[in-house]
């Protein structure tokens, strides 16, 4: 659940500090999806921060899954 954290806004900050593009969006079910393309070993750090997020947020869990970039982005947006 993200609530009044700024999830979504932290997650694009990292993410345009690690040169990714991609997405994210907040769940109806209160969780926040995030889609991103670069480097491997940026994912990796944003992953990172995913596990823990911005100031007073609470990640209890995470799901993550690899793929083939798609090219879809060009920047990083929160939708």
Not at 3 to 14: D, E, I, M
Not at 28 to 38: H, L
Request: proline content about 3%.
């Amino acid at each position: 659940m993200v609530q009044g954290v700024l999830f979504r806004h932290s997650a694009k900050a990292q993410a345009e500090m690690l040169g990714l593009s991609g997405c994210a969006k907040n769940m109806d079910n209160g969780s926040v999806e995030i889609v991103a393309e670069g480097k491997r070993d940026n994912l990796e750090k944003l992953l990172q921060w995913a596990r823990e997020g911005p100031r007073h947020a609470k990640v209890e869990s995470i799901d993550y899954t690899w793929g083939e970039p798609t090219g879809t982005f060009s920047e990083f947006r929160i939708l």
